[in-house]
């Protein structure tokens, strides 16, 4: 199946409705006028530049947002690329500089963590950090929804990981959208890519001629991640996708679960699952 149809299929399952007047994945037009407005969280990487490129050419109301983590020449270099995206695509980018609105950049943030929780890896801490900002700024743009570039294979990763760890939970609530979460203060992130394979989105990437950086961010060290992907691309793409087919069937069951509770933190306000949220828990 052609990449573009797989993700139309995953939008049509998430039910994301297309703004006004334009047709809908399944073809028919959007007449009752709710309009969604997308944030796509642009890291400079193939996949979320395939998910804006996609989502545009679907006739969804996007921004991008690319946060600068000041991680020396490649921030620098998929900031450029970013730019050069969003002027190709038509999209309006906004930057968040990490050292203007947190004091500094991302690797002396997080070596300040380490100080204090060595085992805490390097990719661990950024991911933390990423989703409390992007939620932050989502809701400053007053937008309905959040997408991500994750794709078939960090997902697998992820929920390998977790069984592999002893936190199976972790992944019950995995899917192109997020589960179990209803709260005003919370933006929805959906995963258009989640069943398309990264070797899938980098061929499309190069045969559009997105405005890509290839390489990996020079702090991804997580030594177990890295382990984990090379034993899961000695297998075919269909294992992967089983292994996602397996959290999806966990969850249909558990189903009637409560919603997860929502509390607000208590230092910055911001939507958690306890009185501190993880972001503070790290910085404090
Ligand atoms: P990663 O956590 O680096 O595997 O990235 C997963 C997804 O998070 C990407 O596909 C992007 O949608 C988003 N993302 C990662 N880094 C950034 C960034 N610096 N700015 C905005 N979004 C990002
Ligand atoms: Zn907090």
């Not at 700024?137 to 697998?156: P, Y």
């Not at 989640?194 to 020079?218: D, G, M, T, W």
């Not at 999806?248 to 997860?260: P, S, Y």
Request: proline residues 3%; charged residues 35%; aromatic residues 6%.
């Amino acid at each position: 199946m052609k990449l573009e149809t797989k993700v139309r299929q995953t939008l049509k399952k998430i039910k994301l409705s297309t703004p006004k007047g334009v047709p809908s994945v399944r073809g028919d037009i959007n007449t009752k006028g709710k309009k969604e407005k997308i944030l796509i969280a642009l890291s400079g990487g193939k996949d979320s530049a395939t998910t804006a490129y996609l989502l545009k050419k679907f006739g969804y109301d996007i921004e991008g947002l690319y946060i600068d983590l000041k991680i020396g020449k490649y921030s620098e270099k998929c900031l450029e690329a970013v730019k050069k995206l969003c002027k190709n695509l038509g999209i309006k980018l906004h930057v968040y500089d990490i050292e203007k609105e947190r004091g500094a950049g991302m690797c002396y943030l997080r070596s300040g963590v380490q100080e204090k929780k060595a085992k805490l890896r390097n990719c661990a801490i950024c991911g933390v950090l990423k989703k409390w900002i992007l939620n932050r700024e989502a809701r400053k743009l007053k937008v309905n929804k959040i997408a991500t570039g994750h794709n078939l294979d960090d997902e697998a990763q992820t929920c390998l990981m977790n069984v592999l760890k002893g936190s199976p939970k972790l992944s019950f609530s995995s899917g192109p959208v997020t589960k179990n979460i209803s709260d005003r203060k919370f933006i929805p992130r959906i995963k258009p890519l989640f069943y398309v394979a990264e070797k899938e989105i980098r061929k499309f990437s190069k045969q559009k001629k997105l405005s890509v950086v290839y390489n990996k961010c020079p702090c991804a060290l997580d030594s177990y991640r890295i382990q984990v992907r090379k034993f899961l691309n000695t297998l075919p793409e269909k294992d992967k996708r089983n292994i996602l087919k397996n959290f999806e069937k966990i969850f249909v069951k558990n189903k009637k679960r409560r919603k997860d509770k929502v509390e607000y933190c208590e230092i910055c306000g911001e939507p958690s699952r306890n009185n501190i949220c993880k972001m503070c828990k790290l910085m404090r």
